[in-house]
């Protein structure tokens, strides 16, 4: 059996880097976990090829070698998976399909012979056996959750490594809250279950194999979900196995009370992490409530933020904008919050009702909804019809974007970052060829930032503060000014 394993593409979003990857000659953030973990649980004699469209267009000879398709997508990808589809079947290909977006929405692709639905540990096997003898089903619905001490590690010898900035791995799936507009207990559970400690140091292992020694993002729905397996197996074998090497930082995402475990946060700096993702929503308590996310209510939430930035982790924040309970003055009240912080990726949506979440289920009671979801809560839509006298929300996104990207706040968050920011000092063995791509990325920021790019008077300044003030910390303040230049292009793209 031949099989091409297409990923579609990410359209341009906050999360895709697309306007920062020229700058390290990327052509993508991350290679396709998902994909790459299925490719490892299929019969080893069967031959597979990956087409990563955010690296390559699909081919007419992929098609033509293929016996089948797999195709894995998240909603954000909707479209650029429905054109892949169509090529395949106007091919003759029979395809198969799974991932969140086709869990979520099984219903909007009648074209799709196989749907293999939720975790492929559970459905795929069984579509596999029905393959071999002949009747396979069209659909697999989602089961129980899996024991992912058993799921292999991903085939990464299938992806060219060279073309992207980062590689993602999974250490745990589910996540103990249960906010109301987040899918991922739907699709994942409650408890968090976690790979063993030498299950993530063994598939560490493959990656150097294949010569990896970039960024790792454990793309944990919330890494510190089983705090007790973490602190006892998981970051002691991480800080034993990363002794004498240097290179590799890791970062992930967490939730809030990270910032009430100081031991955690030392064990997690110790282990090569130098980053976290958190859910910070909003800073207004109603809103909170409304969207059950309880853990973040009645609390300091700048104090926790700079809490973890002291302790060595960068925090990026994630926002929401257009609850119900936002009061007028919320944009100024997010951006008031992001600037004190110093949060300098700050990932700013509007509200989306995803299928599944009990927010799409009371929003489809309510009769207020309008239309498919995006999957991308930056494009600046909503499938939620606003409360009357809410017809302002729109405008009032593209102005919180705005003054959140603007160069000069954005460039003054970076400095309230970097003077609060403690990281350790690095030690163990430089990675040349790590130090070679930083140095062309600063050479092209100084070219498209610092002569051409309309932010070159912060960006001089931004370098030479850094320079005198926190020389350590001037690659990663290279690194924030060609961010800003992405999410700018973003907020030009979609709002204006």
């Not at 195709?71 to 909707?78: E, G, K, N």
């Not at 699709?187 to 976690?194: A, E, I, S, V, W």
Request: glycine share 8%; charged share 25%.
């Amino acid at each position: 059996m031949k099989v091409v394993l297409i990923h579609p593409e990410f359209p341009d979003t906050f999360w895709s880097f697309k306007h920062a990857l020229p700058f390290v000659r990327k052509a993508s953030n991350s290679p396709p976990l998902g994909l790459l973990t299925v490719a490892a649980m299929l019969p080893r004699e069967w031959e597979l090829r990956l087409v990563d469209l955010d690296v390559q267009p699909l081919a007419d000879r992929d098609l033509a070698w293929a016996d089948m398709a797999f195709v894995s997508a998240m909603s954000v990808q909707r479209k650029s998976a429905e054109a892949a589809i169509a090529r395949c079947k106007a091919a003759g290909l029979p395809v198969v399909a799974g991932g969140s977006l086709f869990t979520s929405e099984p219903e909007y692709f009648p074209d799709v012979d196989h749907l293999v639905l939720g975790e492929a540990e559970v459905t795929l096997p069984a579509f596999l056996a029905d393959l071999a003898a002949g009747r396979a089903r069209r659909l697999y619905a989602p089961g129980e959750y899996p024991d992912i001490e058993r799921t292999p590690a991903p085939r990464w010898e299938l992806a060219d490594l060279r073309h992207y900035s980062q590689v993602s791995i999974q250490y745990s799936r589910g996540c103990p809250f249960d906010c109301e507009f987040c899918d991922i207990t739907t699709l994942f559970g409650h408890r968090p279950r976690t790979k063993s400690a030498p299950q993530m140091v063994a598939e560490l292992d493959a990656l150097c194999a294949c010569g990896w020694r970039g960024p790792v993002f454990f793309v944990d729905d919330n890494f510190i979900g089983n705090k007790k397996r973490l602190k006892a197996e998981l970051l002691p074998a991480l800080t034993a196995w990363r002794s004498g090497r240097r290179g590799m930082p890791f970062n992930t995402e967490a939730s809030i009370n990270l910032a009430d475990d100081d031991e955690l946060m030392r064990m997690m700096v110790e282990a090569g992490f130098r980053a976290v993702f958190v859910g910070i929503e909003t800073p207004v308590e109603a809103s909170l409530a409304e969207c059950n996310k309880k853990l973040n209510l009645h609390r300091d939430l700048v104090a926790d933020a700079k809490r973890i930035q002291r302790a060595g982790l960068e925090v990026q924040g994630g926002f929401i904008l257009g609850f119900d309970s936002d009061p007028p003055g919320t944009v100024d009240r997010i951006v008031e919050y992001v600037q004190k912080t110093g949060i300098v990726t700050a990932m700013v949506g509007l509200l989306q009702a995803i299928p599944g979440t009990r927010l799409h289920e009371r929003l489809q009671r309510a009769g207020r909804l309008i239309e498919r979801v995006s999957g991308d809560n930056v494009d600046g839509t909503t499938n939620i019809v606003p409360l009357p006298g809410r017809d302002s929300l729109h405008e009032g996104y593209r102005e919180l974007l705005w003054r959140l990207y603007s160069p000069d706040a954005y460039y003054r968050r970076v400095r309230a970052f970097l003077r609060e920011y403690r990281p350790p000092q690095l030690k163990g063995r430089v990675d040349i060829g790590f130090l070679w791509e930083q140095g062309g990325a600063f050479v092209r920021s100084v070219v498209r930032l610092g002569i051409v790019g309309k932010e070159r008077v912060q960006y001089w300044k931004l370098f030479w503060w850094t320079l005198f003030v926190r020389p350590r910390h001037l690659p990663l303040a290279i690194t924030f000014a060609i961010y800003g230049h992405h999410f700018r292009k973003i907020c030009e793209l979609h709002v204006g």
